[in-house]
């Protein structure tokens, strides 16, 4: 017999729906280790970020102490040319003088060096800068410094004594640096530094946002510390603080950073799609809608970038490799009168370069598909479609597609028309004060010059009746004539020569450099001041070497001198008349002249210093306020500098010294 079939069994499925449930388990399976691997990416994302967190902490660890130790070592460097020149002779008013000027300069450049000090071999304080009430001895910080001190005599070179707290949190350090003359030792320079300041003047303000940085010793406790965040650091960093060693170190702490809302809200988008791609199975729904959405974000990113480009007032302007156009924007198409259409593909030469310089455009043109188009952008003509000239600086960068690949090169073009006006209005308007200033100086001078040409005019009057005199007698000889004619023409030069320097130091003219004797340029201006020197009973002094021919706009330099000549004059109109002397005295060095002016009058305020070259400034009761304005910007149009100090051997202690700079170039030829 035949073994009869199993008969199915009412509750198991047919065979299609078991295929299809076996079906459905794969998608369901794939989703599950969707989200597996999701996690397990976020996971090695967060881990990866950690490490790479930590990679950046300790490059910028590295960097930082290298910056510190650069800092402290340029220090010591200054520090070592200092007890040079203080070793080079014995102690005197001008070493203590040179040690007060350059200590104070040190100082204000350095806010985190509290001292600077100058001990002698003993270690007896010989000047401190600023001063301080002196500490006991029998004091710890005297004790500390007292044994630095031994340390740097006995080893013979710069010693950083050990850390101590003057204040919570407020860690200071000595650092003792030798004076030898001779192998023998005559005393020591001490720096003071406040290791708050040190790190607040030094740690730029962006490693401060993301780190917190503290200095501590070898028993972890805290002598400086600087920060702008708050919370529990998730990473620090310790390293050896060398310069200036004794057990400090580094101490730099990460803080996390908050995670990005958008990163989280990406984060559960995903998972919340997988969640309902496993519990509802609606693939072909689900990439509808996804599509759907793509879609809809390609338009909203095209609208956006469409809206975008029509706002910009920049035009922008696309060339692929050959130099051919591939886009332009809408400002570009308003800026040269062409539309899009006429420009797309267009090959060189292009409709908006101007004939007259199609030769500059056409090299700019290769020297930008070379890649040699400089960083700071170039200046060309261009021209709209109605053939009108336009100004545009140009600024052009690589484009770079979606895989890297440089396809061509992208330019931001600037319509500058306005603004080269503007420059050009406003060089004029400099030029027309410049010129309204000499006339200032001329009208201020006018009494002075009259009386100076009226003694040539005077004199040429006297002789001339005294020929006519000798004509009247009828008994005279041409030889008896000669002499006297001889006497009219020298007179009439000398007035010719006044009139001639007032002529040239009035007249308009473009600023134009060219070799000048530096000679010529003084001995005009004296010849101008002296008259004035003589009236208010003021002896002028004049230092000068062998000067040199300089590349400079005569008229401009001769503004200068003049002005501060005349500034001198003026500010001795209350000093004894035995005291009134107006220096001139010029310096050469292998890079540059320098002309000083001195005089022995009122002096600069400490209040006005800081307005001294302000334009319409003045402390004259009649002065312009353009003076000084004025020449601080045709010594800077030169390449060079004028500044003003007190002048160390006035009489009364407050006279001032000014002095201005001029490069020594290469004359054309």
Known sequence: MSALPHPAHPLDPPPSKRRLSWLLVFPKLAVALLILALITLLWLLQKSDRE??????????????????????????????????????????EQTSLFRLRAAHFLKNNPDIARLGWLDATAENIITLPAHRPQSANSPQAQLLHDSFDIARRLGK?????????????GQIHLLLPIYRHDQLIGMLQITYRLNVLLSSQIPWWFTEKYKVEIVDDNDQVLASK??????????????????????????????????????????????????VFASLWLVRGLMKKSTRAEAALRAEHAFRTAMENSLTVGMRARDLEGRIIYVNPAFC???GFSASELVNHDPPMPY?????????????????????????????????????????????????????????????????????????ARQQQEQL??????????????????????????????????????????????ELRPTLEKIATQAQRAGRIIRRVHDFVRRSEPKRAPCKLRDIIDDCLAFIEPEARKRQIRIETILPALPTVFVD??????????LLRNGLDAMADTPAPHRLLQLSVHLTPQEVRLTVGDYGCGIPAEIEDKLYTAFFTTKSEGMGIGLSICRSIIEFHRGRLWAEKHPDSPSGSGTLFTFSLPLEPTPE
Request: overall charge negative; proline content about 5%.
């Open 334 to 336: 308003k800026m040269t």
């Open 52 to 93: 790479e967190r930590h990679n950046i902490l300790v490059k910028d660890v590295l960097w930082l102490e290298q910056s510190l130790r650069f800092h402290l070592q340029n220090h010591r460097e200054q520090l070592q040319q200092l007890a040079s020149e203080l070793s080079e002779e014995p102690r005197s008013s």
């Open 434 to 479: 410049q010129f309204t200033a000499r006339l200032v100086t001329l009208g201020e001078m006018a009494s002075t010059l009259a009386h100076e040409l009226n003694q040539p005019l005077a004199a040429i009057a006297s002789y001339n009746t005294g020929c006519l005199n000798l004509l009247s007698t009828e008994n005279f000889s041409c030889a």
């Open 158 to 170: 710069a010693v950083y004594s050990l850390p101590y707290l003057n204040a919570p949190l407020e």
């Open 554 to 563: 005569r008229l401009l330099i001769e503004q200068v001198l003049l002005n």
């Open 227 to 276: 920060t702008h965040i708050e919370g529990t650091s998730s990473d620090s960093y310790l390293i050896p603080f060398d310069p200036p060693g004794q057990g400090l170190r580094l101490k730099i702490s990460d803080y996390p950073s908050t995670q990005s809302p958008l990163q989280n809200m990406l984060t559960v988008a995903i998972l919340l799609l997988a969640l309902g």
């Open 353 to 425: 370069w101007a004939p007259e310089h199609m030769d500059e455009a056409r090299a700019m043109h290769q020297t930008v598909l070379a890649g040699l188009a400089p960083e700071e952008g170039f200046e060309l003509t261009f021209m709209r479609k109605n053939r009108e000239r336009f100004e545009a600086l140009v600024y052009e960068a690589k484009l770079i597609d979606g895989n890297g690949r440089h396809t061509g090169w992208m330019a931001s073009v600037l319509d500058i028309t306005e603004r080269k006006r503007a420059e050009e209005l």
